[in-house]
């Protein structure tokens, strides 16, 4: 095991490149997140309505549609054929998806993934077992359960419980039943299932996961030679399994991490300090050496920090 492995998580990157580059695409994706709140929030709180609507639906300075091609799919099956505006806004939010990276929606967009980022961060602070971790596949039974839900009620069925917009919901009315879902969240992933909503449960993600199956955005460990075994990387993934094929590949495998899971939210990036990772696209053929043709002595890990 790499005597590395002891540290703080980032820690070493902290000291190699400061607080700021160490944290540069977490505080991006706040930063983004809490821009596409404010401005459904603008209208609501302030009168400034530029943007009327939800992350379901909504328009842009009276011009622009968007629409969540999820709701879409969900109106469909319940045999509800939607309005000309809401394909046109279904099509541009899912061509941007499938070419950016659908998960890009769940770290960069959705108003949920600092409530779940929190619960991880006190869930590690507390240091409490990962406990309950449901199957990989559980995620498309529950999204197929939500179409086929929607398709005998003939209803939007996620929209009854979907916690993103029970977020909007209470940001505009206040304290109600709607932070009940919130915070069912937040205390499921801190007691329940480390991770377990966003990574396991939820339909949304899942959708947006298969949407950029072959999405044109990646991260790549392309420096992977470099590697010191300090897992770092391995601790802060919100879906550590898509990592491995990359950083551990043999000569002439692809350093791109190319799973669909992989949510590009660069905190592996971030916190690695032998600038192993970087953002590139699919087509990066650059040849890089696997861990075979490392030269430096570090063993390969044998634990993990996010174990």
Request: proline share 6%.
């Given at each position: 095991?790499s005597?590395?492995?002891?540290?703080?998580?980032?820690?070493?990157?902290?000291?190699?490149?400061?607080?700021?580059?160490?944290?540069?695409?977490?505080?991006?994706?706040?930063?983004?997140?809490?821009?596409?709140?404010?401005?459904?929030?603008?209208?609501?709180?302030?009168?400034?309505?530029?943007?009327?609507?939800?992350?379901?639906?909504?328009?842009?300075?009276?011009?622009?549609?968007?629409?969540?091609?999820?709701?879409?799919?969900?109106?469909?099956?319940?045999?509800?054929?939607?309005?000309?505006?809401?394909?046109?806004?279904?099509?541009?939010?899912?061509?941007?998806?499938?070419?950016?990276?659908?998960?890009?929606?769940?770290?960069?967009?959705?108003?949920?993934?600092?409530?779940?980022?929190?619960?991880?961060?006190?869930?590690?602070?507390?240091?409490?077992?990962?406990?309950?971790?449901?199957?990989?596949?559980?995620r498309?039974?529950?999204?197929?359960?939500v179409?086929?839900?929607?398709?005998?009620?003939?209803?939007?069925?996620?929209?009854?419980?979907?916690?993103?917009?029970?977020?909007?919901?209470?940001?505009?009315?206040?304290?109600?039943?709607?932070?009940a879902?919130?915070?069912?969240?937040?205390?499921?992933?801190?007691?329940?299932?480390?991770?377990?909503?966003?990574?396991?449960?939820?339909?949304?993600?899942?959708f947006?996961?298969?949407?950029?199956?072959?999405?044109?955005?990646?991260?790549?460990?392309?420096?992977?030679?470099?590697?010191?075994?300090?897992?770092?990387?391995f601790?802060?993934?919100?879906?550590?399994?898509?990592?491995?094929?990359?950083?551990?590949?043999?000569?002439?495998?692809?350093?791109?991490?190319?799973?669909?899971?992989?949510?590009?939210?660069?905190?592996?990036?971030?916190?690695?300090?032998?600038?192993?990772?970087?953002?590139?696209?699919?087509?990066?053929?650059?040849?890089?050496?696997?861990?075979?043709?490392?030269?430096?002595?570090?063993?390969?890990?044998?634990?993990?920090?996010?174990?």
């Open positions: 095991m005597a590395k492995t002891k540290l703080p998580v980032g820690q070493e990157a902290i000291e190699e490149f400061g607080w700021l580059r160490a944290h540069r695409f977490l505080l991006l994706r706040r930063a983004t997140q809490i821009f596409f709140l404010s401005l459904f929030l603008l209208g609501p709180w302030f009168g400034i309505w530029w943007v009327k609507g939800n992350l379901s639906g909504s328009l842009t300075f009276n011009i622009l549609p968007l629409t969540d091609p999820f709701i879409l799919l969900q109106s469909i099956v319940g045999q509800h054929w939607p309005e000309t505006t809401a394909l046109i806004g279904a099509i541009i939010v899912g061509v941007a998806y499938a070419l950016i990276g659908g998960r890009v929606y769940c770290s960069w967009v959705c108003p949920i993934n600092p409530v779940t980022d929190g619960a991880h961060w006190l869930h590690e602070k507390l240091g409490m077992q990962k406990g309950w971790q449901p199957k990989h596949n559980t498309y039974w529950i999204l197929g359960m179409l086929a839900v929607s398709a005998i009620t003939g209803s939007v069925a996620w929209e009854f419980v979907n916690p993103i917009s029970m977020l909007h919901r209470g940001l505009i009315f206040g304290m109600g039943f709607a932070w879902f919130v915070v069912a969240v937040f205390i499921f992933d801190l007691f329940v299932s480390r991770r377990g909503w966003c990574g396991h449960l939820c339909p949304v993600g899942t947006y996961g298969l949407l950029g199956t072959k999405s044109v955005v990646r991260i790549s460990a392309v420096e992977r030679s470099a590697c010191d075994d300090c897992m770092d990387c601790a802060v993934c919100p879906e550590m399994h898509v990592i491995t094929p990359a950083l551990r590949g043999k000569d002439g495998d692809t350093p791109l991490i190319l799973s669909p899971d992989c949510t590009n939210c660069g905190r592996c990036i971030d916190v690695c300090a032998m600038d192993v990772f970087k953002f590139t696209h699919r087509f990066d053929d650059t040849p890089v050496p696997g861990r075979e043709g490392r030269t430096r002595t570090q063993p390969a890990s044998g634990a993990s920090k996010a174990a």
